[in-house]
Structures are given as C-alpha cells and as structure tokens.
C-alpha cells in the first residue's frame, strides 16, 4: 500500500513570494491533515479535512494561507505571500476512521514532509 | 484545553542500555488516545503505538513497551536494549474523541534520542 506522497520535498523562496504544497493520501482515507511543524518542536494542525469540507481550519492563518481538496482525494496548501516566519516543516497526514469496537481510531498516517525556506 | 509535555529534550544512551521517553497529558475529555511516533533524521513521521482511555492495561511489542497510568495522566515508552537505529526525535501525542474539533494531534515537544554504539 502506496503511504502519503507530498510534493515537493523543498522549497526555497524569497519573502513575499506565493508557493504551493501538494499531498496526496492514503487510498481510501477520507479524513486529511495539515500540519506545520517548526525546528524543534512538535507539529500542530494547520487544517483538517473530511472528505472534501474543511471541518477544523481554526489554526490556519487565513490572510495568507489557503487549501482546497477538490474530489476529496488530493489536497493543496497555499501560501501568498510568504513571510520569512513561514519556514517550516510543512507535513499532510492522513486517516481512516476505522471503527475499533466502540470507538473510532483516528490514527494518521504522514507523509515525508516539505521543508520550506522563505529568505 | 488539551497539552501534551515530554520534560526531556534529548537522552543519550549507550547501545544495548533500555531507555524510557516520558509524557504527560492534560485533556478534559473521557474518551482519547494516545500515540507515539517516531521521527527519524529523514523526517517522516512513523506511527508507534496507540492506546485508548479505556484499556489501561500495559503491552510489549518486541522492543518496545509502554506503561500508561490514567491516575497520573501518564503514557510513557520504553525501548529495551537500544540500537543505533533507534535515534530519532519521538513524539507523544493525544487525540481528543468526543470533540470533533479536536480528533486532530496534539503533539508534545519531542524528546531526542541519541543512541550511542
């Protein structure tokens, strides 16, 4: 089984500049995951998807970040204009909601990441 | 609010020595899990383990063990006899699941380790 492929891997851009992340999921999974992680720390949700509805983006910085996953499969993150404090570990992960017994697992699945340098 | 905190930012161990990584959760809801993953130097994240609320009951697999204590909002992790290949960043994470606003990760700092052979 094919994991979650990202595109591309890095980016390096000038302040100001747009730049766009790409993420592919899982087959199957319907529930999709932003994520930014900067140097030294952990990751924290930029925006989560089910299927096509954005149902949780109360992180995303919405005057210069965007996203869309049209279909409910692939999914894209924008950023216009970048900042020099956008740098970071961009990372998408995945899930599929199984059902374990009573409850409903939410385990991701993540991608390898795109590492963003804004100069 | 839910947070998840690894006290140790990084531990260096000598190969073949067991190491144990700590986390402590704070959550108010009754029902989550809780992961550990694995970063290695190449960056992608790798899912460890999970565990629910619900099943406190401690497990080995393989290497690794975890001992998770509700009474302390606890879920520490344990590699038995190291390796090399064991260096990595881990990471602690709780997802809520009775907030849908919170299934997504909340992940701790990371604790760095540092396998020595």
């Known amino acids: 089984e094919a994991g979650v492929v990202q595109s591309p891997r890095y980016k390096i851009i000038e302040k100001k500049q747009p730049v766009a992340f790409w993420c592919n999921p899982i087959?199957?999974?319907?529930?999709l995951y932003w994520y930014r992680q900067n140097l030294g720390q952990g990751p924290e949700l930029l925006i989560r998807?089910?299927?096509?509805?954005?149902?949780?983006d109360s992180q995303l910085p919405k005057d210069r970040f965007s996203a869309e996953r049209l279909k409910g499969v692939d999914s894209t993150l924008k950023i216009q204009p970048a900042e020099l404090g956008d740098s970071a570990v961009y990372l998408c992960?995945?899930?599929?909601?199984?059902?374990?017994?009573?409850?409903?697992?939410?385990?991701?699945?993540f991608g390898p990441g795109t590492r963003l340098t804004v100069t | 609010a839910q947070k998840v905190t690894q006290a140790q930012t990084e531990i260096s161990v000598v190969e073949k020595e067991d190491v144990t990584l700590d986390c402590v959760y704070e959550?108010?809801?009754?029902?989550?899990?809780l992961f550990w993953y694995k970063q290695p130097p190449s960056g992608e994240l790798v899912f460890l383990i999970r565990?629910?609320?619900?099943?406190?009951q401690n497990e080995i697999s393989g290497r690794y063990s975890w001992n998770f204590q509700k009474s302390t909002s606890s879920f520490n992790f344990t590699i038995t006899a190291s390796q090399v290949v064991d260096s990595a960043v881990y990471f602690c994470?709780?997802?809520?699941?009775?907030?849908?606003?919170?299934?997504?990760?909340?992940f701790g700092s990371g604790t760095r380790l540092q396998v020595q052979p």
């Open positions: 992960a995945s899930s599929s909601n199984r059902e374990l017994g009573k409850l409903t697992s939410y385990e991701q699945y």
């Open positions: 087959s199957g999974h319907n529930t």
């Open positions: 998807y089910e299927n096509e509805e954005a149902v949780d």
């Open positions: 959550t108010r809801d009754t029902t989550y899990y």
């Open positions: 565990r629910n609320s619900f099943d406190e």
């Open positions: 994470a709780l997802s809520e699941v009775n907030t849908p606003g919170r299934r997504a990760l909340t």
